[in-house]
């Protein structure tokens, strides 16, 4: 898919969500990094990004015109794992959320590129549902974690397989889940929609591989939010994936791997070799 279709395919899925679904993208123009509110193939630019309150301004701009960005900014990225049933097997279910870090330097935006590293031998994709913050805090009860997710959009927890699990693994995860690039997120910013209650799919080469209702998490989105609020002070544009579902397997240069969620949108990124 070219720039050009990418870009429609946003724009076509803005034109066709209900009224009261709001959808935000972060974007370049003319050097200068901004938000902005989508409507059809218009965006109308933003004082901040939309979770800090952010205002329209000026003038309408063409989404032809921009590049896109991940429409994330945050202080902190952070990951569960083992949250679906059908990725866990005949694994034990965890009692709690299982927590984990990426870097926020691993954040792609659609249509950007996985670069596998040198040396990665197995890396797998992972489709996720994906919070953003609207305000932070401590120790939040579930209803105050509920109220402090501003929206949801598509991710790939890319991970490198033998890096996390083999006979040589890392001591931490902190390359398996967070080199460049094993972040896509994207393509919007998605407030309003029944994430909760979403189809998620994820496509390798056409072809679905990942396909599970987010509503079959273990551990639903004010959970995992409340929980990580007990230990770590959450900010305003933090970020959360909360889980992939199914079997995951290796994704090679050449390949493109697709996240799709219903009401969302969908994720798309091309696989080349470092």
Not at 128 to 137: F, I, N, T
Not at 201 to 221: A, H, I, Y
């Amino acid at each position: 898919m070219t720039r050009r279709n990418s870009l429609a395919a946003v724009a076509f899925a803005a034109a066709a969500a209900p009224a009261a679904i709001e959808r935000y993208i972060r974007y370049q123009h003319a050097g200068r990094i901004s938000w902005g509110r989508l409507e059809g193939e218009q965006i109308t630019p933003l004082s901040n990004a939309p979770y800090l309150n952010g205002r329209p301004l000026g003038s309408k701009k063409a989404l032809r015109e921009v590049k896109l960005l991940a429409p994330a900014d945050p202080s902190k990225v952070f990951a569960v794992g083992l949250n679906y049933k059908s990725h866990i097997g005949n694994r034990t279910a965890p009692r709690e959320p299982e927590i984990f870090y990426k870097p926020t330097t691993c954040l792609v935006a659609s249509g950007e590129p996985i670069v596998i590293p040198a040396g990665a031998k197995n890396v797998h994709y992972e489709g996720e549902l994906v919070l953003v913050l609207a305000k932070g805090g401590r120790n939040l009860n579930l209803a105050q974690a509920s109220a402090a997710i501003f929206g949801a959009t598509c991710g790939n927890d890319v991970s490198e397989r033998d890096w996390q699990n083999g006979k040589d693994k890392d001591l931490q995860w902190w390359r398996a889940k967070g080199s460049d690039s094993f972040g896509p997120l994207g393509p919007m910013l998605v407030r309003g929609s029944d994430y909760q209650k979403a189809l998620l799919q994820t496509r390798l080469n056409g072809e679905v591989v990942q396909k599970q209702l987010t509503s079959d998490l273990l551990f639903d989105c004010p959970t995992i939010v409340s929980f990580i609020s007990k230990y770590v002070t959450l900010e305003a544009g933090d970020v959360i994936f909360t889980g992939t579902p199914g079997a995951t397997r290796k994704m090679s240069p050449g390949d493109t791997v697709e996240v799709e969620i219903d009401g969302i949108g969908r994720l798309r990124n091309p696989v080349q070799g470092a």
